[in-house]
């Protein structure tokens, strides 16, 4: 009773080895390739702080609040004089957009229907991917964005104009800058918006220097 198994055993193992160690190989190769393709340049630092533009036209200038319960670092850029609805809203910095779409739902806020029902998320907006883990997003657009998924944009480019799409009160536009998986306060022509907690209404005024000088050309 007790001699056949073992002999069963060594050659049932003898028999399944090679595939065995086959897939084993395999499978470690691909998990040291997934690694080092996705998990490692997740991982390295990020790079310097880009000269990230206020995300409207230079010359402009607009308020940058925040309030209780928004989310530490979140900005909502209202012009100071002008109506926000259509305004040009602009890449801070030269990137490659990474999200061009839909965030939550749309909502039906519009510049003929200003308290519409209320949507949710973010609503039309974009994201860019500017190197070095820096990302920008731009929420609450009034219409499709104007760049899509995959687009190389310079600075100063108009990715869409404001509106109040998504759960927003009334047209603005909510801003972020983010490093690696975490935002950040918002810097702005090498200069920190100030705009770092929530627990506060704050609210400060700035002019936008976003003249697109990468897009001027040699002279
Ligand atoms: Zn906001």
Same mark, same amino acid.
């Given at each position: ?16 080895? &090679? ?8 499978? /470690? ?21 880009? #000269?990230? +533009?206020? &995300? ?27 109506? /926000? ?28 229907? &200003?308290?519409?029902?209320?949507? #949710? ?15 920008? !997003? ?12 995959? +687009?190389?944009?310079? +600075?100063?480019? !108009? ?17 972020? !800058? ?23 209404? !704050? ?9 697109? &000088?990468?897009?001027?050309?040699? /002279?």
């Amino acid at each position: 009773m007790t001699t056949g198994s073992p002999a069963r055993t060594r050659t049932h193992r003898r028999g399944r080895s &090679p595939a065995v160690r086959t897939l084993l190989v395999v499978g /470690a190769v691909a998990a040291l390739l997934a690694v080092a393709l996705v998990v490692v340049p997740l991982l390295r630092p990020p790079g310097p702080r880009p #000269l990230f +533009q206020l &995300p409207v036209p230079c010359g402009e200038t607009w308020r940058l609040s925040t309030y209780p319960g928004h989310d530490d670092y979140d900005v909502d850029l209202f012009p100071a004089t002008g109506e /926000a609805w259509g305004r040009p809203v602009l890449a801070s910095y030269a990137g490659t957009v990474t999200e061009a779409g839909i965030n939550g739902s749309l909502g039906g806020r519009t510049p003929d229907d &200003p308290d519409g029902p209320r949507g #949710l998320g973010g609503g039309h907006w974009v994201k860019i991917d500017h190197g070095g883990r820096w990302e920008t !997003q731009y929420l609450h657009l009034l219409e499709p964005p104007l760049v899509r998924v995959g +687009q190389r944009v310079a +600075q100063g480019e !108009q990715l869409g104009r404001v509106g109040s799409t998504g759960n927003s009160g009334a047209p603005h536009l909510h801003y972020e !800058q983010r490093r690696g998986w975490e935002k950040v306060e918002t810097w702005f022509d090498g200069a920190p918006s100030g705009i770092t907690v929530d627990d506060t209404e !704050q609210t400060v005024e700035r002019r936008s220097h976003n003249c697109a &000088p990468d897009r001027r050309g040699p /002279a």
